[in-house]
């Protein structure tokens, strides 16, 4: 049961480099949800999806793109890295709304960026 | 000010202790109400869930709203060791700018002691 799979787990970047984190879930959801979580701060969101070829903006969408391609996979770009983007990186799924109707988000393991 | 206020912590207990996570919130159109438990190096899960206010029990576990206060609460009784991690409350409420948007709590982070 793999869940919702994230890659890389580890990433080191320099200033001004891109990059992209994949995500990918074999629970055939509908939706998908790229947060990103600093130390004190919660879990914010970026970006989200609520079905293939669509996309929208979270609470802290500036510096990232995403793309949902596939219903299965959700990429989330930095297409010019910045120190301020050093996080921890968590996509998320969800069948339909999800919490509306349980409160289930199912999280990968998050992904850990560091920008110098 | 942020919307949903959390203790960080770490808050630290003894093993059988009964702890209390507690959260506030400001808007009080918030209806769906969830605490999500995080272990070290994971991904969140769910622990509990409440629509609305009153009480919900699970186990060890009892999740409180009081929508009147704008406070929910986590209750764990007889802690133990493998409760460790940090405890994210969780809002949301329907349409309007929160259509599809959770918000979360900064997290309190949970120590029981053996």
């Known amino acids: 049961n793999a869940g919702v799979t994230q890659t890389p787990k580890f990433r080191v970047l320099k200033t001004g480099q891109s990059m992209t984190l994949l995500c990918a879930q074999d629970?055939?959801?509908?939706?998908m949800y790229w947060y990103r979580q600093d130390p004190g701060m919660g879990l914010r969101l970026i970006h989200y999806?609520?079905?293939?070829?669509?996309?929208a903006k979270g609470e802290v969408p500036d510096g990232y793109n995403v793309s949902r391609l596939k219903k299965q996979n959700f990429l989330l770009g930095l297409e010019s890295a910045a120190p301020s983007q050093t996080s921890v990186y968590f996509c998320?799924?969800?069948?339909?709304?999800?919490?509306?109707?349980?409160?289930?988000?199912?999280f990968g393991e998050g992904s850990r960026l560091t920008v110098l | 000010q942020k919307e949903v206020e959390q203790d960080p912590g770490p808050l630290s207990v003894p093993e059988g202790a009964i702890v209390s996570l507690n959260c506030t919130y400001s808007n009080s159109a918030f209806q769906y109400f969830m605490w999500y438990r995080q272990y070290s190096r994971k991904g969140p899960e769910l622990l509990m869930y409440?629509?609305?206010?009153g009480n919900k029990e699970d186990g060890r576990f009892t999740a409180q709203v009081d929508k009147s206060s704008k406070y929910i609460s986590l209750f764990i009784r007889d802690s133990q060791p493998s409760d460790s991690a940090t405890y994210l409350c969780a809002m949301s409420a329907i349409g309007g700018e929160y259509g599809n948007k959770l918000v979360f709590g900064a997290g309190t982070i949970l120590r029981v002691k053996s």
């Open positions: 629970m055939n959801h509908e939706y």
């Open positions: 999806s609520v079905g293939e070829g669509t996309t």
């Open positions: 998320a799924s969800s069948y339909s709304t999800g919490y509306r109707d349980t409160g289930e988000l199912f």
């Open positions: 409440t629509y609305s206010s």
